[in-house]
């Protein structure tokens, strides 16, 4: 059974940081990309960053030089690291996994999803 497990979400000032971690269990081989979705009350859910086998990236506009996704495949864990953070960055952040190894930010490609972990940036 594959399991995401996020963790790390809490309430910061904005401006903060928090790093936000991903661990994969039971997952067949590697996954092809994993990325993190958000998604805020009343909005659809969007995607933030992919990351793919090969270790090329995608970010969304809205999180470029202030979001920062890695992997650390011995500990089958993902990271998004987020500084600088915003009021409109509040959501239930999500990570997902899936086998095609285009690293999109398009949830239709992903297979497994986490229960999500909730950031609220407070101005």
């Known amino acids: 059974q594959v399991r995401l497990m996020e963790s790390g979400g809490e309430s910061v000032q904005a401006g903060g940081s928090l790093r936000l971690s991903c661990v994969v269990s039971?997952?067949?081989?590697?996954?092809?990309?994993m990325a993190w979705f958000r998604q805020a009350p009343g909005k659809e859910r969007e995607g933030v960053v992919a990351?793919?086998?090969?270790?090329?990236?995608t970010y969304a506009d809205f999180v470029r030089g202030r979001f920062t996704i890695t992997k650390d495949e011995a500990k089958n864990t993902l990271y998004l690291q987020m500084s600088g953070l915003k009021p409109e960055d509040t959501a239930m952040y999500y990570c997902?996994?899936?086998?095609?190894?285009?690293?999109?930010?398009?949830?239709?490609?992903?297979?497994?999803w986490g229960q999500g972990t909730q950031v609220t940036v407070s101005s």
């Open positions: 990351i793919n086998i090969n270790g090329t990236t």
């Open positions: 039971g997952y067949p081989g590697t996954p092809g990309s």
């Open positions: 997902a996994a899936g086998p095609v190894r285009l690293p999109t930010i398009s949830p239709t490609l992903y297979t497994y």
